[in-house]
Every structure is written in C-alpha cells, then in structure tokens.
C-alpha cells in the first residue's frame, strides 16, 4: 500500500488482524476455513449476518492527469496495494440503511429495477455493496441496478461498510405480469454461467446456475469438464472438485451453442505476506516461525530503480526456507517501455530462485486516463519479456482498476493476483473473474515486521507448480 495511506484508511480488514496479537501472526485466520465456494454466492447467509470490516474498493476524488506523459517516479509510490483511486475514506458511517424502495418488488422478465435507499444520518458519504442470492434469476451491479433475467423469487443484499444490511425481493414475473410464469423450451442463441469463476475446495460440491437468451427460454444442457483430475461436473450442473489444479466446465446446448466457467479446485490456503523497503529491517527468523507460508517481495519500480532491501529480503527467506516471488512496480507508458522495464526486473532478480510468481504490478491512477487497448498493450508487452525468459508470470490488480481499463479477454491468460481488502463477500460482490492469489488486508501485524504489512492468500501450490514446470531458473 502507498505510504501516505497508512494513516487513512482505518477501517480496513479490523476482524482480519485481530487475528494477530500483540506476540505477532502465529497462525492466520482461519476466516476462509469453511468456505466451500468462494465466489459463489450460495453460501447460507442471516438477514443479520456478520459484518464485513472492507474498506470501499470505489473510485475516489480527483486524480492527477499525466495526459500520457510519464510522470517523475516516487518511491513513496511504488508500493503493491496502493489503491488510492480505487477506495474512499468513510467519515461518517451509516447508523442505518432505509430503503426507498418496496421491500418486495414484482419486475417483468428482461426489465430493470433501481435499487434506491437512504442512510441515517443523511449526510453520511457510507457506501454499499450488493449481494446477489439467485444469480439465474436476477442479475445486479455494483450500482444497485437489477435486470431480470429467469423467472422465480430472488433476494439481493445491501450492505454498508459497518455491516448495516437491508435484503430487497424479487418475483420475476411474465410480460403478462403472471407470477406462475415458468421457461420454455426453445431455440435458444446464447447461454452464461451466472458464476464465471468459481473457486472450490477439494470434496465440495457447487451447483451452477446458467442464464439462457432469449430471457424466459430454455434448452437441455450438457457438461463437460477440461480435466476431471481436477473437477468433475455431473449431467444436471453440479460441480465436485478432486483435487488442487485449475479446470474449465463448458455447459453446451444441442445446437451447439456454449459457455464457459473457469474453476480453481484447493486442497488448502497457504498464507502469506507481501513486503518492500517499508517494512524495514524484518526479523526473518521470528517471520519464518509466524505462520507464515510465502512471502512476495518488491524487487524493482520503474525502468531504473532497485527496492533497497530487496536482497536483504531474500537472503532472509532462503536463510529460514520461505518461498518467495518477486513484484515489480510498472511506470510504463507505451508497450516499448513496458518491454524496458521488464527487462530491468528481470536483471535485478536473474540471480535469485524463487519458488512463486514474477508479478506486474499495474495501477498508477494515470492509465484510468488511457484506453483499454493501451493499457492491456502494455500488459501484454511486459509479460511477454517475462515469459519468454522463462518465468511464471502474474498480474497484480484491484477489480475495480480491471474493470475500468483493462481487456479482461486478454487478462485470462494470464494468472491474476487480486487486491481487495475485506472479507470473502465483498470480494465476491465485486469481481467476477479468476485468481490465484487474494490480497486481502493492508494493516496486518506479523511478528518480526514492525508496523503494517500485506496479508495474502494463496489458493495454489505454486512452488509445486513452478518447479514442475521447470520456470523460474528452477
């Protein structure tokens, strides 16, 4: 996170570091013990439920405007996890939500509803996240709009930053304001998983849901899955994982029309840490004894500058035995200087063997003010030079930087390592797409680092993974 954040954002994750007490991390949280799926949103849920301790992952203020040119590189910048566009400091939370809508709300199929609601007090600049129960039946946006789009009874889930809930209900009726309206069978021209990516312990169990157009049509469906090592998928949808790996399950009408939903199947949850010079001097020994799993170290920013205690950190994870992987912090401006500066990462680690991912870190407000094509021109220019030496390369991002200025076509390629600060739910509220890695907090407390540290979580063996693989000098 950027250094000048440290002191602002107050509410994030607090439930997550009174994991850590004040003898440090000897064992994280185990909040992600019993999730069977994590960004599925069938999990049971009380109208009063606990609470999310996530900061906002919303736009903020103004931000400064490069106009494309390069701006001067600042170190105090050049930090994993400094979403200072991306998230807004609430100073005055929501005692309440009210709605300003029925509670209980009939709405035609393939018709919109407005979500509207009010806080007390009035001036409070709190925010929500919605909670979508029944994914086949309505779809919602981060916005509060729902679209109707399968016919039953749906509820969303409104939340402020506090915890404050409000549920709102839909029946999803005919064009004839029929209730009992149900699906026919029909020619049908496109289907999607309502869920894109999913992720799923091994031994658990996640049906899926499927959106058929046009809306109220139907058609029989037949599954498949890309490695059924890894996931398996029965004829009516229902998807089991067997053990640790990624798979894609295709659901496929007689006519050939099909969609596809990309599955990350676990065994366990390592957890980690993510560090630069801004944790000073870190006991190692004390951090290897921690709880500890990985650790993920800054090694570069910009095309010329070096973390000043990028061996320090590493020689202190080989010392003590803890993986570790490298992220460099990207300037670039055009695909030519993305090229220069993976390069320039790459000289600074050529030396080292690490077990996980060789990270770009891509989020300085200035590329919200370019195109997507630019943007994802970049990404693919840097991870070109990355892989093309041999290594195994990652992105790191917030969802909402994803969403506004990247292809997220192009950014399947590659494996995506996600910062959103908060609990499973808001995650899932708001990104939809794969991940291996999740940051997850930004005020974690470890002992051997004094002050803040990153806290991460890791849903794949990359160790294993690399060094079958062979990437990495390994």
Same mark, same amino acid.
């Not at 979500?115 to 129960?133: C, E, G």
């Not at 058929?212 to 998928?233: E, F, H, K």
């Not at 200035?366 to 990652?394: H, L």
């Given at each position: 996170?950027?250094?000048?954040?440290?002191?602002?954002?107050?509410?994030?994750?607090?439930?997550?570091?009174?994991?850590?007490?004040?003898?440090?991390?000897?064992?994280?949280?185990?909040?992600?013990?019993?999730?069977?799926?994590?960004?599925?949103?069938?999990?049971?849920?009380?109208?009063?439920?606990?609470?999310?301790?996530?900061?906002?992952?919303?736009?903020?203020?103004?931000?400064?405007?490069?106009?494309?040119?390069?701006?001067?590189?600042?170190?105090?910048?050049?930090?994993?996890?400094?979403?200072?566009?991306?998230?807004?400091?609430?100073?005055?939370?929501?005692?309440?939500?009210?709605?300003?809508?029925?509670?209980?709300?009939?709405?035609?199929?393939?018709?919109?509803?407005?979500?509207?609601?009010?806080?007390?007090?009035?001036?409070?600049?709190?925010?929500? &996240? %919605?909670?979508?129960?029944?994914? *086949? =039946?309505?779809? /919602?946006?981060? !916005? +509060?709009?729902? @679209?109707? $789009?399968?016919? #039953?009874?749906?509820?969303?889930?409104?939340?402020?930053?506090?915890?404050?809930?409000?549920?709102?209900?839909?029946?999803?009726?005919?064009?004839?304001?029929?209730?009992?309206?149900?699906?026919?069978?029909?020619?049908?021209?496109?289907?999607?998983?309502?869920?894109?990516?999913?992720?799923?312990?091994?031994?658990?169990?996640?049906?899926?849901?499927?959106?058929?157009?046009?809306?109220?049509?139907?058609?029989?469906? &037949? %599954?498949?899955?890309?490695?059924? *090592? =890894?996931?398996? /998928?029965?004829? !009516? +949808?229902?998807? @089991?994982? $067997?053990?640790? #790996?990624?798979?894609?399950?295709?659901?496929?009408?007689?006519?050939?029309?099909?969609?596809?939903?990309?599955?990350?199947?676990?065994?366990?949850?390592?957890?980690?840490?993510?560090?630069?010079?801004?944790?000073?001097?870190?006991?190692?020994?004390?951090?290897?004894?921690?709880?500890?799993?990985?650790?993920?170290?800054?090694?570069?920013?910009?095309?010329?500058?070096?973390?000043?205690?990028?061996?320090?950190?590493?020689?202190?994870?080989?010392?003590?035995?803890?993986?570790?992987?490298?992220?460099?912090?990207?300037?670039? @401006?055009?695909?030519?200087?993305?090229?220069?500066?993976?390069?320039?990462?790459?000289?600074?680690?050529?030396?080292?063997?690490?077990?996980?991912?060789?990270?770009?870190?891509?989020?300085?407000?200035?590329?919200?003010?370019?195109?997507?094509?630019?943007?994802?021109?970049?990404?693919?220019?840097?991870?070109?030079?990355?892989?093309?030496?041999?290594?195994?390369?990652?992105?790191?991002?917030?969802?909402?930087?994803?969403?506004?200025?990247?292809?997220?076509?192009?950014?399947?390629?590659?494996?995506?390592?996600?910062?959103?600060?908060?609990?499973?739910?808001?995650?899932?509220?708001?990104?939809?797409?794969?991940?291996?890695?999740?940051?997850?907090?930004?005020?974690?407390?470890?002992?051997?680092?004094?002050?803040?540290?990153?806290?991460?979580?890791?849903?794949?063996?990359?160790?294993?993974?690399?060094?079958?693989?062979?990437?990495?000098?390994?």
């Amino acid at each position: 996170m950027k250094k000048n954040l440290f002191g602002r954002i107050i509410g994030a994750a607090l439930s997550v570091c009174m994991a850590f007490g004040s003898a440090g991390l000897t064992v994280f949280a185990e909040e992600l013990e019993d999730v069977d799926t994590i960004m599925s949103d069938d999990a049971d849920l009380t109208e009063d439920g606990e609470a999310s301790d996530a900061d906002a992952d919303t736009d903020g203020g103004e931000q400064d405007n490069f106009d494309g040119e390069a701006p001067a590189v600042e170190d105090d910048n050049a930090v994993a996890g400094g979403f200072d566009s991306d998230y807004h400091e609430v100073t005055l939370p929501a005692r309440s939500i009210r709605l300003k809508v029925s509670q209980t709300n009939n709405i035609e199929i393939g018709k919109t509803f407005q979500i509207k609601y009010a806080f007390t007090p009035l001036k409070s600049d709190d925010y929500v &996240t %919605y909670r979508n129960f029944n994914k *086949s =039946v309505v779809k /919602v946006d981060q !916005d +509060g709009l729902v @679209t109707a $789009v399968g016919y #039953g009874e749906a509820k969303v889930q409104l939340e402020t930053s506090g915890g404050r809930k409000k549920n709102v209900y839909f029946v999803v009726t005919g064009s004839d304001g029929d209730v009992e309206a149900e699906p026919e069978r029909g020619e049908v021209t496109d289907i999607e998983f309502a869920d894109s990516f999913i992720m799923l312990r091994a031994g658990k169990s996640f049906k899926t849901d499927v959106i058929y157009y046009p809306l109220g049509l139907y058609a029989d469906l &037949t %599954y498949s899955s890309s490695d059924t *090592s =890894v996931a398996r /998928v029965s004829a !009516d +949808g229902k998807i @089991t994982g $067997v053990s640790a #790996g990624s798979a894609v399950i295709t659901a496929r009408t007689e006519n050939g029309v099909k969609t596809e939903m990309s599955v990350t199947v676990y065994d366990d949850i390592l957890r980690g840490i993510d560090v630069s010079k801004w944790q000073g001097n870190i006991d190692w020994k004390k951090v290897s004894v921690s709880g500890v799993d990985f650790v993920m170290i800054r090694s570069s920013f910009g095309s010329e500058h070096t973390d000043e205690m990028l061996d320090r950190n590493v020689k202190g994870c080989e010392k003590y035995g803890i993986p570790y992987g490298f992220y460099h912090y990207t300037y670039a @401006t055009t695909p030519a200087e993305a090229r220069r500066e993976a390069k320039y990462f790459l000289k600074q680690i050529k030396d080292y063997n690490p077990e996980y991912p060789i990270v770009l870190d891509i989020e300085e407000s200035f590329y919200k003010e370019m195109s997507r094509k630019q943007v994802t021109d970049i990404i693919v220019a840097f991870m070109e030079v990355v892989e093309n030496a041999g290594y195994y390369g990652m992105v790191y991002n917030s969802p909402n930087f994803i969403k506004a200025c990247i292809n997220e076509k192009t950014l399947k390629k590659y494996d995506i390592w996600i910062a959103c600060w908060g609990d499973e739910d808001r995650l899932a509220a708001l990104y939809d797409g794969h991940y291996g890695i999740w940051q997850y907090s930004s005020t974690g407390r470890v002992n051997g680092i004094n002050g803040d540290v990153d806290l991460d979580y890791s849903y794949k063996d990359y160790a294993s993974i690399i060094r079958k693989g062979g990437y990495n000098n390994l």
